[in-house]
């Protein structure tokens, strides 16, 4: 699939979520989450790419992360939204 042809499709497959709609995805451990910094999907596109080089650059730069449980913490008390994209297997979230 064409880079532009995937985006278009994460981009309609995109949506917002509550926490408590996330939540149960977090306890699986499978919730990343993205920094303001991020275009949700692009990275829902490197994800999807297995583009391994983008991928770990941005973990190790800090600007995608498993969620933790501070961000847990966070989330439930603020109530948050979120912008999400399910890249099997993970959930790709960015607070809105």
């Not at 408590?20 to 490197?46: F, K, N, Q, T, W």
């Amino acid at each position: 699939m064409q880079n532009d042809e995937l985006k278009a499709r994460l981009r309609a497959e995109s949506g917002r979520l509550a926490w408590d709609e996330l939540a149960p995805h977090y306890a699986r451990g499978v919730v990343v989450r993205v920094s303001a910094g991020l275009d949700l999907i692009e990275v829902g596109a490197a994800f999807a790419e297995d583009n391994v080089a983008q991928v770990t650059a941005w973990l190790e730069g800090g600007a995608v992360a498993r969620a933790s449980e501070d961000d847990a913490r966070r989330w439930t008390a603020g109530n948050m939204e979120f912008e999400a994209l399910v890249v099997a297997p993970w959930v790709v979230v960015k607070e809105t």
